[in-house]
């Protein structure tokens, strides 16, 4: 099977403008959980898609959002970039709910704000 | 991590020595403990993981030891090569937390040749 993919790989944007990343999951997984991370923080996790629906959220302002369509790839968006929103944006799928199954992750998605 | 304390935060040790990390959580409802290695410029990759059904987990050189009681898990690497540096993160499914899969904050693992 292939593995997560995750799209573009690198972004730059600049502040005040919004993005959008993608996640397709390994065929067959429901759950895609989306994680931040930064190197004083470590993975900090976003929000978990199973079946379409949200079933966790992380501690994130509204800014970012998220959604999952019916073949369970996912996007996630972020609104009114600021500069702290530079991160490597990482997507992690699994056949059932995060901590059920073993996440598998993606390469990530390197985004920076300028 | 929100509710998962890892340390250390870098750990250098020489080549055949043993390596452990810490890892306590603060969900008693927690029963599944992954462990992630991530080199430089790759995504994470499971090394091993563990269920609260067990006290320890091997795979090779890797062992994974969880005490319930005290709320904490540990790895374990032995006999260290050159090629185990990299960053290790630990997890915790946290119910609590509404079931989220929560992430230590990493230790980067140095193994001198």
């Known amino acids: 099977k292939a593995g997560v993919t995750q799209t573009p790989r690198y972004l730059i944007k600049t502040r005040g403008q919004q993005v959008t990343l993608s996640c397709s999951p390994i065929?067959?997984?429901?759950?895609v959980s989306w994680y931040q991370q930064t190197p004083g923080q470590g993975l900090q996790f976003l929000f978990e898609?199973?079946?379409?629906?949200?079933?966790n959220k992380g501690n994130f302002p509204g800014r970012f959002s998220g959604r999952q369509f019916s073949n369970s790839r996912s996007e996630m968006n972020v609104s009114t970039l600021e500069l702290g929103d530079s991160a490597l944006y990482l997507c992690a799928s699994s056949p059932g709910v995060a901590g059920q199954e073993t996440q598998y992750f993606g390469p990530g998605t390197r985004l920076l704000v300028l | 991590g929100e509710n998962v304390e890892q340390h250390p935060s870098t750990l250098s040790v020489q080549e055949g020595d043993s390596a452990v990390i810490k890892c306590t959580y603060s969900?008693?409802?927690?029963?599944?403990f992954p462990w992630y290695k991530q080199e430089l410029g790759k995504r994470p990759q499971l090394i091993i993981d563990i269920r609260s059904n067990v006290g320890e987990k091997k795979d090779q050189r890797i062992a994974v030891t969880l005490n319930k009681t005290a709320k904490h898990f540990s790895l374990h690497i032995t006999e260290t090569q050159p090629e185990d540096s990299a960053v290790y993160f630990c997890a915790a499914i946290l119910y609590n937390k509404g079931g989220k899969l929560i992430f230590g904050q990493g230790t980067e693992l140095s193994v001198k040749p």
């Open positions: 065929s067959g997984h429901r759950s």
């Open positions: 898609y199973f079946s379409e629906t949200q079933r």
């Open positions: 969900d008693s409802a927690s029963n599944y």
